[in-house]
């Protein structure tokens, strides 16, 4: 039981890393202006990011629509912060969101990999 238990761990863990690498990588050099994003970010896009994969441990099951939702209460407290706003929280919300086909291709391998 503790061994099934250290799995799924393990698997989350890994599905957390997957969307860390896949966001981040895509923000900083697969968008249109990713110099300049590159150039641009701040602090609070990676602790934005930090707290998304956190939920995500923590969760049992991970769908397109928790995944949207944590991204959504996540990128909203951000957008109410003085030094963020809404448009740069928005921004930050659609990139995350964007990724969920490769991080669904992710969580699908890794459930292969299980059978």
Known sequence: MAKKKQEEGFGLGFLAAVV????????????????????????????????????????????????????????????????VGEEEAGKLNLELKRHWKEIQKAITAKEGKKK
């Open 20 to 83: 860390g690498s896949v966001a981040a990588g895509f923000y900083l050099y697969g968008a249109k202006d990713g110099k300049n994003a590159r150039v641009k970010i701040r602090a609070w896009t990676l602790k934005a990011k930090a707290e998304v994969l956190e939920k995500f441990e923590k969760m049992q099951e991970v769908t397109e629509e928790s995944y949207q939702k944590t991204v959504d209460t996540v990128t909203a407290k951000y957008a109410k912060l003085k030094d």
